[in-house]
């Protein structure tokens, strides 16, 4: 092998040894920039969403087609930069269950005892000069309920019933189902806003990183 040949497949390996160490090279940096990340948290679907994110997507604000969240004892505030009508909970009063007699409720004429949707909730609604459309408008109205805290929680209710009664210290009533999903209890202070979409099914919302 004359010295020509030999310095040209010489030159020929070593610039394969050179291609093949910038690619590893650049393979390995790319790692870091490319690593999966745990999403920081699931609202509705698999996208990674931050808590004020998902609130903002159900809180659809405390008036509707000229109704209002009612502010009976209760205050308006604002929390992550969305409206709401901060009151004490309290639970519903369910009377127990007796064979062959229905608990109708005066919204949406369901019997609660036996209902197949546990998350509802009752409220001093303000039905208007036209209480028969008043009535209408809130019946199975949905509602987003958060209980701030140092972990926030939210869930969707539906409006079932006018209450609680006057004499009760609370501005809202929820069902057991409702507090245990908020992990609240009765006298704790809860954020009630309308919920933007009324075809959102009911119950808790998970939320993202706070």
């Known amino acids: 092998m004359n010295k020509g040949t030999y ?4 030159r020929e390996l ?12 650049t393979f390995v940096g790319f790692i870091p920039a490319c690593k999966l990340t745990t999403p920081e948290g699931v609202a509705n679907g698999p996208q990674s969403l931050y808590a004020t994110e998902v609130l903002a997507s159900h809180n659809g604000g405390i008036e509707k087609s000229g109704f209002k ?4 004892l209760g205050i308006k505030g604002q929390y992550r930069n969305l409206q709401w009508i901060f009151t004490r909970a309290q639970p519903f009063p369910l009377q127990p269950a007796r064979i062959g007699q229905a608990q109708l409720t005066t919204l949406t004429a369901e019997d609660l005892v036996r209902t197949q949707d ?7 609604w303000d039905y208007g000069n036209r209480p028969e459309l008043g009535m209408k408008f809130f019946a199975n109205r949905k509602l987003i309920l958060i209980a701030p805290g140092k972990v926030t929680r ?3 209710v539906r409006a079932v019933e006018w209450g609680p009664p006057i004499t009760n210290d609370g501005g809202i009533a929820l069902s057991q189902a409702a507090l245990s999903a908020l992990g609240i209890n009765a006298g ?11 075809s959102e099914l009911t119950g808790p919302v998970v939320l993202g990183a706070q």
């Open 118 to 124: 546990p998350y509802y909730c009752a409220m001093r």
């Open 154 to 156: 939210a869930i969707v």
């Open 69 to 72: 969240i009612p502010e009976s």
């Open 7 to 10: 310095y040209r497949r010489f």
């Open 188 to 198: 704790s202070n809860v954020g009630i806003a309308f919920e933007a979409s009324d």
């Open 14 to 25: 070593n610039h394969r040894y050179w291609m093949s160490g910038l690619l590893v090279g």
